[in-house]
T-cell receptor, first 111, second 115 residues
Framework: LAKTTQPISMDSYEGQEVNITCSHN???????ITWYQQFPSQGPRFIIQ???TKVTNEVASLFIPADRKSSTLSLPRVSLSDTAVYYC????????????FGTGTQLKVEL | GAVVSQHPSRVICKSGTSVKIECRSL??????MFWYRQFPKQSLMLMAT?????????EQGVEKDKFLINHASLTLSTLTVTSAHPEDSSFYIC???????????FGPGTRLTVL
């Protein structure tokens, strides 16, 4: 399983774009990159997943460079409700493969 | 998206008693379910992998006789914390794997407090 490294914490203000970068130097060929959001006392919630280049959905974008050794989660115009812990996971999450959570990034959004 | 439920959402028990936590996939069949434990301000730690109809695979350091896992059907896995002690107090989270999609769906978690 690829090990991931993320900043422990980030601070932002409402309305700003937030970019959280995750490095995963030993990513394997068939590994996907998945980001989850977790609020206190709740289970993680899927945000976005990608394999290469750029993926966008209604809540976030995921940028993956050609070498796939890192990825950046972009949250446009954050609000107070985006204050949460964000986890970057690398691996093939289907077919019974286990996920290993790193330390995650605590994002704090203020007014 | 697929929904995973857990019951109960929180439980308080006396030291020495056993507690059962249920994890259900509500609208899909989960070939594999995972059990995690999360202590305050810490990340999720995988405890075991549960496959329907077979014995669970436990992570290193997790006592299989203390944390009993039963995956009797494709929609239900249970975790029983036997002879619970205060140090077992934690947030227990399950996730379910559809198998066909490269995604895991997490339950809302169960807060266990052992007095």
């Amino acid at each position: 399983l690829a090990k991931t490294t993320q900043p422990i914490s980030m601070d932002s203000y409402e309305g700003q774009e937030v970019n959280i970068t995750c490095s995963h130097n030993n990513i394997a060929t068939n590994d996907y990159i998945t980001w989850y959001q977790q609020f206190p006392s709740q289970g993680p919630r899927f945000i976005i997943q990608g394999y290469k280049t750029k993926v966008t959905n209604e809540v976030a974008s995921l940028f993956i460079p050609a070498d796939r050794k890192s990825s950046t989660l972009s949250l446009p115009r954050v609000s107070l409700s985006d204050t949460a812990v964000y986890y970057c996971l690398v691996g093939f999450t289907g077919g019974g493969n286990k996920l290993t959570f790193g330390t995650g990034t605590q994002l704090k959004v203020e007014l | 998206g697929a929904v995973v439920s857990q019951h109960p959402s929180r439980v308080i028990c006396k030291s020495g008693t056993s507690v059962k936590i249920e994890c259900r996939s509500l609208d899909f069949q989960a070939t594999t379910m995972f059990w995690y434990r999360q202590f305050p301000k810490q990340s999720l730690m995988l405890m075991a992998t549960s496959n329907e109809g077979s014995k669970a695979t436990y992570e290193q350091g997790v006592e299989k006789d203390k944390f009993l896992i039963n995956h009797a059907s494709l929609t239900l896995s249970t975790l029983t914390v036997t002879s619970a002690h205060p140090e077992d107090s934690s947030f227990y989270i399950c996730s379910a794997d559809w198998g066909e999609y490269n995604e895991q769906f997490f339950g809302p978690g169960t807060r266990l407090t052992v007095l």
